[in-house]
């Protein structure tokens, strides 16, 4: 009988590319994938982290799957990933924890769950946390098992070293490896050749993306890697995650504009508008400085996107701070943002200043952040009303069936009426109406 296997993934897209990785490990060791859990044998939790209400997410799945071992006794349970890494062994502690979790398995680990289940099935509980300096899983061909068969996520580096004060990654995933260009060269030919469009290369900071060529024949830095990919596959679409604005650099900005397969789209965290917060936070840029990045990107790169993530209440923010960001917001025009409250991180630097923003006022300050990027996006939407995009079209368009959906380059959803266009093609779309998440239009 072949052994079935559920993987569910929480955080963010690096997450999901290493269940990839799994699903790929999993499989040479005889594993198929199930999308039913209730059929698994094996089931992995891939986890976050990055705040508490990530992990008590988690911990509230964990505990609703214990009802599977009634029908399963045999069923093995495991959790992945960033908080298998942050709370390693306490996650075996089954009378403090109130449940059984049988292997605990960090990021850097997964060559390794194949013996790690042998070990379960053996009657012990497992684990391995152990980070390494050296693995990306360059030689793992993932296994794409909720792919649209558009869009794929290739991961190009791993680890981070940034050391923000509020952030979990560096303990959770270790140092910063970049991966053999090589390998990421061929997997974007594989994936062009399956028929996949848009290729995203991921890492926790794409910037120090640096490949040393082994005896000193110098070195391939993210410009270099990014421009080369787009070279080969003029076709396709090149997207990358996450830039850090500190090492946004002018040659980056040159390689996107110059090449117009890579999308126009930059995901830029500024987390603050204020300069005293952004030192607590150690981002090593100012506001000033920040936009003085927006504006090269602006002048270089004609109709780019700039998307953010921001935080709300760090240590120490005051009104005077929160109002800078408000400023900043505005004055950016950001097409989209992700926001958040702080989560206080056990284990951080940020973790050693006092979190002494009450909740109420860090609600009411993700509130006002939230109800200004609504009006930012929606005008930034309004302002496509009338323009023809250059669409890739992934599918069905989820809310009606005779409607289909895909992104432009700035990567924003576009909403259309389905003319039998195929998942994969490039359609030409005219803009007549748009909400603050979404573009709606006519093909032409
Ligand atoms: N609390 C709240 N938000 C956080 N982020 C990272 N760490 C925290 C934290 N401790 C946010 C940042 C980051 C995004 C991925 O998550 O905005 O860019
Ligand atoms: Fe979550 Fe960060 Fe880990 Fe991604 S790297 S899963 S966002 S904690």
Known sequence: MVRKLYIETYGC?????DSEIVASIMHENGYKITNDICKAHVIFINTCSIRDNAEQRVFKRLRQIQSLRKNNSGIIIGVLGCLAERAKTSLLEESKLGMRVDMVVGPDAYRDLPNLI??????????????????????????????????????????????????????????????????????ANQLYEEGYR????????????????????????????????AHRLPQARIRFATSHPKDLSDRLIEVIASNPNICRAIHL???SGSNSVLKRMNRKYTAESYKQRLTAIRNM????????????????ETEKDHQQTLKLMEESMFDFAFMFK???????TGAKLVDDVPEEIKTKRLE???QLQQKLSHESNKSDIGKVFTVLVEGKSKRSKD??????????????????????????????????ATLLGEAL
């Open 342 to 348: 702080y989560s206080e991180r056990p284990g951080t």
């Open 13 to 17: 897209q690096m997450n999901f590319s």
């Open 269 to 271: 965290p500024v987390q």
């Open 301 to 316: 790169i004609p109709k780019c996107s700039v998307t953010t993530d921001i935080i709300t209440g760090f240590c120490g």
């Open 198 to 229: 848009e290729l995203t290369l991921l890492g926790q900071n794409v910037n120090s993306y640096n490949w040393k060529e082994p005896s000193d024949k110098g070195n391939i830095n993210f410009p270099d890697l990014i421009g080369e990919i």
């Open 118 to 187: 042998k070990n379960v099935e053996g009657g012990q509980q497992a684990i391995n946390v152990i980070l390494s300096a050296e693995e990306t899983y360059a030689d793992v061909t993932p296994v794409r098992y909720a792919s649209n068969g558009v869009s794929a996520f290739i991961s190009i580096m791993r680890g981070c070293e940034n050391h923000c004060s509020y952030c979990v990654v560096p303990s959770t995933r270790g140092k910063e490896r970049s991966r053999n260009p090589g390998s990421i060269i061929e997997e």
């Open 368 to 370: 006002e952040i939230i």
């Open 403 to 436: 409607k289909m959906m895909g992104r432009n380059s700035q990567n924003k959803v576009v909403v259309f009426k389905d003319k039998g266009f195929e998942p994969g093609s490039y359609v030409k779309v005219k803009i007549e109406k748009c909400t603050s």
